[in-house]
């Protein structure tokens, strides 16, 4: 029998407008944005619908909106009762990915992620840094290149993407430095990302007690189906292990490619990527072309789904 995961995106997915239509097709959806800026107490769903850009693009307001447009989403595939064998999120994704197979409450989840994106904006004003994806080198090829560049500077392989796909993280001087050599080792692109911190690096250690703090005073339950972890590559199914991995998740690179492909290897056939953009599909397709992905943030696009 072939298998589904839904699949959540993380930052860079956003774009103003996000959840909009969806909100105002689906009256589930809409009341989940309204108890969204009831529990954070200003107007996310402005923000997400109306930007301006770089509101939205703040970390301690992406991270929010990128979680509740894939809860209002995920509303949608519920109401439809849709079948979903395995759940996985990039980074961020990866706090929706659990709160779709009942790890914690929506509110939970949400003051989670408001804390996480706040503690990380603090971590990124404090520690500037840079992030590059570097296409077209092997991972031993790119181990080679960060072992070069670190006397410039800090500087880690932070999302293991896809095949050539792997994205840098660090201090902006360890970041161009590891650029340069990559180039010249042969990467067909280097390219600077628009972030504001430098996500999975040791930059973000500011963060990690206070998340850890927050994680704790969660409550977690065990998922009703697991997640592919983003520092392991395995499903993960305990509440307990759970709040352990999203620990280590801040500061441990995200292995994309991995958790796919192990995905693949326990018979997932069929993605749909729950909430904002297209990015994972994106992933996917250059991970395997055996394994269709189906966006779906609004009616119309889980209608392509059923059919």
């Given amino acids: 029998m072939s298998k589904t995961i839904l699949l959540f995106p993380g930052q860079g997915a956003q774009y103003v407008?996000?959840?909009?239509?969806?909100?105002?097709?689906?009256?589930p959806a809409k009341q989940l944005l309204k108890k969204a800026d009831e529990v954070l107490g200003f107007e996310l769903s402005k923000i997400m619908q109306e930007g301006p850009e770089d509101t939205l693009k703040s970390t301690d307001n992406t991270q929010p909106a990128l979680y509740v447009c894939s809860c209002m989403a995920m509303e949608l595939l519920k109401s439809k009762?849709?079948?979903?064998?395995?759940?996985?999120?990039?980074?961020?994704?990866?706090y929706s990915a659990i709160y779709a197979a009942g790890g914690f409450s929506f509110e939970d989840g949400l003051r989670?992620?408001?804390?996480?994106?706040?503690?990380?904006?603090?971590?990124?004003?404090?520690?500037?840094?840079?992030?590059?994806?570097?296409?077209?080198?092997?991972?031993?090829?790119?181990?080679?290149?960060?072992?070069?560049?670190?006397?410039?500077?800090v500087v880690v392989a932070a999302n293991f993407n896809s095949p050539g796909q792997i994205v840098i993280s660090g201090s902006k001087e360890g970041v161009a430095k590891a650029g340069e050599i990559a180039?010249?080792?042969?990467?067909?692109?280097?390219?600077?990302?628009?972030?504001?911190g430098a996500f999975h690096s040791p930059l973000m250690e500011y963060a990690?007690?206070?998340?850890k703090e927050a994680i704790e005073k969660t409550a977690f339950s065990d998922l009703k189906v697991p997640v592919i972890a983003n520092v392991t590559s395995e499903p993960v199914s305990k509440g307990t292990e759970?709040?352990?991995?999203?620990?280590?998740?801040l500061l441990s690179p995200v292995r994309w490619q991995q958790g796919m492909e192990k995905a693949i290897s326990l018979g997932v056939q069929r993605g749909i990527e729950v909430g904002s953009g297209k990015v994972l599909m994106g992933l996917m397709r250059s991970i395997s072309r055996e394994v269709r992905v189906y966006p779906v943030e609004t009616e119309e696009q889980f209608n392509a789904v059923a059919e």
């Fill in 17 to 27: 407008g996000m959840g909009k239509v969806l909100s105002e097709t689906f009256e």
């Fill in 81 to 94: 009762n849709l079948s979903f064998d395995y759940v996985a999120g990039h980074s961020l994704g990866e």
């Fill in 112 to 153: 989670l992620v408001r804390v996480r994106g706040e503690l990380m904006a603090k971590a990124g004003e404090l520690k500037p840094g840079a992030m590059s994806a570097v296409l077209g080198l092997s991972e031993a090829d790119l181990n080679a290149v960060l072992g070069g560049a670190q006397s410039a500077g």
């Fill in 183 to 196: 180039s010249a080792k042969g990467a067909k692109k280097v390219v600077p990302l628009p972030v504001s």
């Fill in 208 to 211: 990690l007690p206070k998340l």
């Fill in 242 to 249: 759970l709040k352990e991995l999203l620990a280590k998740q």
